[in-house]
C-alpha cells in the first residue's frame, strides 16, 4: 500500500500523536483537535496511520484503543513488541520501548500481532 497524501486533518492528528508522552484514545483526539475535523474523518486518519506504520493501536484492559507513535514500523511490518503500561488509577497508557518481552512458539506458529500490556501505577500516581 502506497502512502496517502497528507491533509491539514491528517498532519495534525499525526503531530498530536507523535507529541504526546502517553498513548491517545479517539476522543481525546477529538477533543485536542479542536473541530478541524469531525470524528468519521478521524477514525479514517487513524487507520490510514496505521496501515503506513506511523502509529500503532493498544487495547487498554478496559478495551478501548489507544494510539502511540511507531518508531521502527513499515507499511509492510509492525515492531511493536515492546511493552504498553497501563496505568490503573489515570489510566493513562505508555510505550515502554526500553523492555522488549521474548517468548517462543511451537512450530508452525506465524506471528501477525504481538501486545503485552501490564498494569499497575505510573510513576505520576504512586
Request: glycine share 4%; aromatic share 4%.
Amino acid at each position: 500500500m502506497r502512502k496517502s497524501r497528507n491533509t491539514k486533518a491528517k498532519t495534525a492528528i499525526l503531530e498530536l500523536i507523535k507529541n504526546s508522552d502517553v498513548a491517545l484514545s479517539h476522543p481525546e483526539i477529538e477533543e485536542r483537535l479542536g473541530g478541524i475535523c469531525d470524528r468519521v474523518t478521524i477514525y479514517r486518519v487513524l487507520d490510514r496511520l496505521e496501515e503506513e506504520g506511523e502509529i500503532h493501536k493498544i487495547a487498554t484492559l478496559e478495551g478501548a484503543l489507544k494510539y502511540a507513535p511507531c518508531h521502527t514500523c513499515t507499511e509492510v511490518h509492525h515492531h511493536d513488541n515492546h511493552i504498553h503500561f497501563c496505568c490503573e488509577k489515570c489510566h493513562s497508557v505508555t510505550c515502554i520501548d526500553e523492555v522488549h518481552p521474548n517468548f517462543n512458539l511451537p512450530e508452525n506458529y506465524r506471528i501477525n500481532t504481538v501486545s503485552f500490556t501490564v498494569s499497575g501505577l505510573c510513576p505520576n500516581c504512586v
